[in-house]
């Protein structure tokens, strides 16, 4: 995922649920470049890295990824962006308010 998406999906998150003191990430490309890291010292956030190697650093967000790659991104076939993105808000309704 490029930067630039990256920093539009934070923007829209910051917009809907308020501006975080620190954003913890692992090591990937969109992740260490200048780009978010010029970004996020003009929002006043803080990037935490996780040590590389060491995905347990970050367990919430890998089960959560793998429960959505599991659960059902690798159970359908999409026709759209559009139906993937109105199944994912679904889903992640389901996920937040209804399952066991």
């Given amino acids: 995922m490029p930067t630039e998406r990256v920093i539009r999906a934070l923007d829209q998150i910051i917009e809907w649920r308020g501006k975080p003191h620190s954003i913890r990430c692992d090591n990937g490309p969109e992740?260490?470049?200048?780009?978010?890291?010029?970004?996020?010292e003009g929002q006043g956030i803080q990037?935490?890295?996780?040590?590389?190697?060491?995905?347990?650093?970050?367990?919430?967000?890998?089960?959560?990824?793998?429960?959505?790659?599991?659960?059902?991104?690798?159970?359908?076939l999409f026709e759209s962006t559009e139906e993937v993105q109105d199944y994912a808000t679904r889903w992640l309704w389901h996920y937040n308010h209804e399952r066991a």
Avoid: H
């Fill in 31 to 40: 992740y260490i470049s200048g780009k978010l890291s010029a970004w996020a």
């Fill in 47 to 76: 990037l935490m890295f996780i040590q590389p190697g060491k995905p347990q650093q970050n367990a919430y967000i890998e089960r959560y990824n793998r429960t959505v790659r599991y659960d059902w991104l690798a159970q359908y």
